[in-house]
Nanobody, 121 residues
């Protein structure tokens, strides 16, 4: 059984920094793209940042230059470092990963349970 478990959310003041991590565990053959999404109350879930297995990254325009995504392929972990946070960054943050499990299960996208990030002004 594959699981994604996030950690590191919490309360931070505007202009501050916060780091999130997400560990993938279970029956994993390989992990493809990993990413962070967020969902604010009353809004749709949106992509924050993604990273391929070889380290290519992409970011939402709203976080470019402030957030950094990285991953450790040995530890099956993806990170999101958030700098210069703003109140509008407040949301539940979810990690996702495209994971190849042993056959017959194959490749699927998995999600973490979410971690709350609250930025106070």
């Amino acid at each position: 059984q594959v699981r994604l478990v996030e950690s590191g959310g919490g309360l931070v003041q505007a202009g501050g920094s916060l780091g999130l991590s997400c560990l993938a565990s279970g029956s994993i053959v390989t992990i493809g793209v990993m990413g962070w999404y967020r969902q604010a109350p009353g809004s749709q879930r949106e992509l924050v940042a993604g990273i391929t297995q070889n380290g290519r990254t992409n970011y939402a325009d709203s976080v470019k230059g402030r957030f950094t995504i990285s991953r450790d392929n040995v530890q099956n972990t993806v990170y999101l470092h958030m700098n210069s946070v703003k109140p509008e960054d407040t949301a539940v943050y979810y990690c996702s990963a495209e994971i190849q499990a042993p056959m017959p299960k194959g490749r699927s996208t998995y999600w973490g349970q979410g971690t709350q990030v609250t930025v106070s002004s």
